[in-house]
């Protein structure tokens, strides 16, 4: 994918035939059990996948919500049924998976969306808009995030997994224009009249929705805080072998005790960051892993990633700014790490409710 990074930053997203041959290595669903076509290993298996990816700085190829999320999803809340028929397709890559939660006026306040799915018959019918969808061009299935009981408040959102191939009223819209993550597919999706089938409902019956999103989101959170914890060792990594090289009136920009006191703040954050996530690793895979400490781990880590991103770019000067070096593509790509998964804003504010009621 690296080897091929301009091209599809230039379509904005990877072709298919990258998750077709992800799904032949075995880097697909690595934590979805055998018997539905995946790896069979624990979430740890799929983070090894998603860090690795974030070493090399390869941000266009949207694995962590097709696997990180969607198939667990399935996994979680389908019926046996909805297993077999998803989860092997996408363990090969012959079917790409979304998750469309965010609107145009509703973002990290799930309960406010407005697209609605109502029951008729055997089916529902679907209308609504929803923004900044990973894998959206791509995706043959859509989880879709929808008020089933608009006077329900909360417990009136259900999930759908809506089948892009045959779903007439299903529109794929434009693909946005980021400031950085170019090679990612990123779309606006809408439903307009949509008919799904009734059985394709996650959970097996209405108005779970906003529970199980609760419960999932612990671990989307995981997912951003490993890679962003990789993504910042990674700066340093490639900012230090830099410095090295660099002269600067007559000595290496190494050898500034600015320079080392920078990087040395970095690396110790870096480590610091390291050892909180790999506990939250242990505690996911222990069954432990409360939704306060991952909304933690999620903001601290995000906005220590932009942070170290920003004072290593400083040290590479103008060349920090052109795209052909690693540090640039990182610098564009940090920022939106800290919207993600419910902004940080929102994540301090789970974590002060947290101290309020005790559980902090």
């Known amino acids: 994918m690296v080897a091929r990074r301009e091209e599809f930053e230039r379509q904005h997203q990877v072709d298919r035939d990258v998750w077709r041959r992800a799904g032949e290595l075995g880097l697909l669903c690595c934590s979805i059990p055998e018997q539905y076509g995946g790896g ?27 696997s990180g999320i969607v198939a667990h999803y399935i996994l979680a809340y389908g019926t046996e049924e909805q297993k077999r028929r998803w989860l092997p397709g996408m363990a090969s890559g012959d079917l790409v998976g979304a998750i469309a939660m965010t609107e145009p006026g509703a973002g990290s306040d799930l309960k406010n969306i407005r697209t609605r799915a109502v029951l008729d018959g055997d089916e ?10 990973s894998n959206g061009q791509q995706a043959d299935l859509v989880v879709v995030v929808a008020k089933t009981d608009p ?3 909360a417990k009136g959102i259900s999930l759908i997994v809506v089948e892009t191939a045959a779903c007439p009223g299903f529109v794929r819209g434009r693909v946005l224009e980021k400031v950085g ?12 009249d949509a008919r799904v089938p009734a059985g394709n409902l996650l959970g097996g019956e209405p108005g779970r929705g906003f529970g199980q999103l609760m419960t999932q989101l612990a671990r989307e959170r995981l997912l951003l805080g490993v890679t962003a914890v990789a993504s910042a060792e990674s700066a340093v990594a490639l900012t230090t072998e830099y410095v090295q090289s660099r002269d600067m ?11 080392k006191f920078v990087l040395a703040e970095a690396a110790t954050t870096a480590r610091v960051a390291r050892v909180f996530v790999d506990d939250c690793v242990r505690r996911h895979l222990d069954g432990e892993l409360d939704a306060t400490t991952a909304a933690m781990l999620k903001w601290w880590s995000t906005e220590q990633y932009v942070t170290i991103v920003d004072r290593c770019t400083q040290l590479f000067g103008g060349y920090g700014y052109m795209r052909e070096y690693p540090i640039a593509r990182m610098y564009a790509d940090a920022r939106v790490t800290k919207v993600f998964a419910g902004s940080n804003e929102t994540m301090k504010d789970l974590v002060a409710r947290s101290l309020q009621d005790g559980r902090g």
Not at 40 to 52: K, M, P, Q, R, Y
Not at 124 to 133: M, R
Not at 249 to 259: C, I, R
């Open 40 to 66: 069979g290993g624990t979430f740890a298996h799929d983070l090894a996948v998603f860090e690795a990816q974030a070493r090399l700085g390869e941000t266009g190829w949207g694995n962590g919500v097709h």
């Open 151 to 153: 006077a329900a408040g």
């Open 249 to 259: 009136f007559g000595q290496s920009l190494w050898d500034f005790q600015n320079t």
């Open 181 to 192: 993550l170019p090679a990612a597919d990123t779309s606006e999706l809408s439903f307009e």
């Open 124 to 133: 529902y019918v679907i209308d609504g808009a929803k923004t900044f969808i």
